[in-house]
């Protein structure tokens, strides 16, 4: 247990200097949305300016901010800024306290430059709906709440911020709410993040009533002295939370329906950022997690089970975005993987964010400027040989693609190998899952590549695949370097040392084997998948139409792995059951009497008044019974 | 024989005694003066009283003096009136937050311009509905003006229920706020046989029920051998003979207020008396006598019986249980904008049961907790202003047959009237207990305090029928502002006078500044400190 007492405490300075200007970071957008939502139709010329202009004057902030603290002592690196007292009564203090360290940094960077990015993108993307502006004003609302996640110092801000990022989610899947399916998809996406807010919610009113506090500073200073069953507890309820925001099993089935939102929105919301919000949650709340061995094993556990439940999804899907969110979900799976192992993993998972928010987002953007290209026809099976067609977002998808697979030398291979090397160090049989989703990764990605952009052409004869513009395929350029590149965060240990403030620093182990070598067998691994994939894709002709004659295995896959039929059995059907049963007991036919007394609300309703001394009998009937159970509880507890 | 007079305390009572002076007033008024004009004398009358014993209630609880009980406790406040009223911090408080609603409810039941120049009260009650004698009393606009003493008897009871020391005063002054509402309910102007309906099966079923308050109130004297809370604390302390009395009788009394709480099994009438009622009146209602039956339930159990705690906490933890659970998931189901609010107001007697149930001492209460009296009454002043905010929108939205309550005909309302609906769901969303509202600042307090007394199971199934209540009121955000209204289906808003725009106005900034800077009140409700003893 020594290695308990290493874990670092939030301490954080009062900020001054340049690093006074974080709550501006979160107030432009914020102030965006609002101009937008409240200006109405006059906006509507030149809003989308607006509302890309201020994300980037976020970033600006951000990157200053950012070299400002890295010019400090990397023990001085953690500022807070008071906002302002939300309530105070005795010595409970409430407050809208702001945290910016090593961590939120890099969130910052990311959030608002990938968010830029996205909001440049969209301006291309979107330019022919007819509520563009509403569009951006909830983009901007998102990436406000998404800011507020991440610099709140209490979990009472962060949970404003989270459930910001889920209503501004939930807003844009169903942004198009003239389709069914969007609306549909909204719904589902909103319930099943409610299921993970109830976790949270009782995380944060545990951690209040065993700290009396909330904020990441009293909580990290105690947490040593807190018992093992409550940390457990606590770690566990945080999960849940974590589990909706970011799609880990058994809350994963909303992500791939979320796909029918705008594909800008799939890039930011559901592939960069607000889905990575549960990996942030469990990393900063790493004072939790570290006295908390057992929830430790179950977030391992959950994150082993959707890396490869996401790659098998990924597997089977046809339509391009539902691939990619199947592979998102794996992804993510990977970041929880790295922040369940502990000290060891928490800057690898980060690293791992940060480069997979490159990649995805570029493939995510990709994918729109071929759905573009293709009439918004999102089949891979009616796609093909589309290399020629759109050059642009062909080569910068492929290094998107290089990154994701894990090729040597990409962003990907570096952050994925390292939490391979950590899982197989610290769980063998999880590490060899995690090599194990790693092939299959290889595999579903080529599968994609190849019938998107390879094999014979299956288009319909009145589609002409046409390149994006410049608006949309600047950022696609520029998110394919930073694929490429991001690798460089792990340059000199760079990003470990970085982080190492907020999630302490490892004790030195040994991994079973010498980390080239582990690198080298990822790397066969990842070639038996692309290898298997060009055997059985690329190699022959793709049917236009999905092949009925499967295994069982692609059938389950193709059904989700029947993640709605589980959902259903265990909660939907008893909960309409519920609804069903309690409306019939509690009124029984009293909605009929109504209906009745509506129709006779002219005359002098006879039978109504039968009807109504009936009706006041059962009421009166179920006080007695209702004192009768009273009663009975009192002397039960009595004896 | 020797009398000796007694000795009452005028100053401390006096917001009450000028409640009731006041509607006697208003009784002299309807008396005196003819039909036609009476309104405005009784509209500015009660208003005056109202905002008189408000300023009186502040008046008094500046000045409220120490008061050392015989455990050695001291807190602010005085036993009066020979034992049978007790005016402490939180009877000052409970009593600030009724004549608040009630002006709000007064405001509302002088509203003439929504029914084209009369009020929503009926215009001869006695008239039959359907027959001529109606017409004839619609076609010379008259209008009922007892309505304002009626409000004002209410009040009454209402102030007197929380501040009773003893069970017979709390038995009198829960049919003194409970006639009078009877009455109101069956006023309606539109929808009669529904109003009356309503009104009558409110009566049965309460008159039923304070049989059983009443009956237990004797078992209780049974077994203490007093009618008053110290009495019987004492008596339970000392663990009196017969014990089975004592519990027979907390449940017969619980019944009582239960019902009037509106908690299940207790709360078949709530929909149907909140939907029949003039929605003037059940604005009033839902907030008023939810706080002044709290605050009796509080007293009762907090003061009378605490030392039979152990007793009564699982009755309620199963009570709040079932109140929250069929609240929202029946709320799920309604189409009717009254019903919908009906059924969340029981899932919030839910919640509010959770506080109950909350840590008292502060032995109990880790750094900074707040206990759960101070919990309760946080909830009950976030949940009165966006009840009565809501039912006082919802007599805007109208149609050709008066309000338009079907779910059908707000839809699309977000785009007809930005103002109503945005307004109408800031209400919703408050009760939802979403952050930077009023109601999270409520839930907040109350979920803490039960946490903390270690009632984790019933926190959990607040949060989990939160959530489903979430879902609901969403729902019809969603139906406001994205859905489209079928053609000549669309309820349209009707302007409203002065009187209702400021009651909405004043809700709403009530909802919003508690749910920002709550700190005011919550120093406030902490300021007035504990019950006396």
Redesign the interface.
Known sequence: MTALETVPVVDPAHAGGVLSLVWLVIALPALGAAVLLLGGRHTDRWGHYLGTALPIGSFVISLVMFFGLAGRDSGDRQVAQHLY?????????VGFDLLYDPLSALFLLLITGVGSLIHVYSIGYMAHDPRRRRFFAYLNLFVAAMLMLVLSENY?GL??GW?GVGLASYLLI?FW?HKPSAAAAAKKA??LN??G??GM??AI??A??????TSFTVISHAAAGGSQTTMNWLGVLLLIGACGKSAQVPLQAWLLDAMEGPTPVSALIHAATMVTAGVYLVTRSNFVFEHAPAARTVVVVVATVTLLWGAILGCAKDDIKKALAGSTMSQIGYMMLGAGLGVAGYAFAIFHLLTHGFFKANMFLGAGSVMHGMDDDVNMRHYGALDKALPVTFATFAMGYLAIIGFPGFSGFWSKDKIIEVALTERPIVGICALLGAGVTGFYMTRLMLMTFFTKRRWEPDVHPHESPAVMTGPLVVLAALSVLGGLLLLGNWIVDWLSPVVGTAPHDDPPLPGPVISLIAVLVVAVGVFLAWWLVGRRDVPREAPQDVSFVVRAARADLYGDDINDTLVGRPGAA???G??AA??GG?DGF?RG?GA??????VG?RYL?TG??R???L??L???I???L??????L | MQFTQPHLEYAQLAPMLIVFGGACLGILVEALLPRGSRRVPQVVLTLLVLVVALVDTIVVGVHLDKHTDTAGQSARGLVGALGSVVVDGPTVYIWGLLLVFAIGGAALFAERRLEGGVSGFAGQAAALPGTSEEAEASRLGLEHTEVYPLLLFAVGGMLLFPASGDLLTMFVALEVLSLPLYLLCGLARRRRLLSQEAAMKYFLLGAFSSGFFLYGAALVYGYAGSMTFTGINTAVRNGAANHGLLLAGIGLLSVGLLFKVGAVPFQAWTPDVYQGAPTAVTAFMSAGTKVAAFGALLRLFYVGLDGERWSWQPMLWIVAILSMILGAVVAIAQTDVKRMLAYSSVSHTGFLLTGVLGAQSVTELAHGQYNSLVGVLVYLTAYGFSMIGAFALVTLVRDEGGEATSFTKWAGLGKRSPLVAGAFAFFLLSMAGIPLTAGFVGKWAVFTSAMSAGAWPVVVVAIASSIVAVFFYIRYVRLMFFSDAKPGEDGTVTMPSVLTSTTVVVCLAATLLLGVVPGPILNLVVGAGDFIR
């Open positions: 007292t939300w309530f105070q009564t005795g010595h409970l203090n009472v949970f404003l459930e169903g709410q909103f319930v409610r299921v807010d109830m919610g009782l009113f545990l209040f009533v065993t700290f009396g506090s519920l609804v069903a309690s409306v509690d009124r009293v109504f007394l006779t609300v002219t005359g002098v309703g109504g109504q009706y006041v059962s009421y009166a179920s006080i019974g209702g004192a159970v009273l009663v509880t009192l002397v039960a507890v009595n």
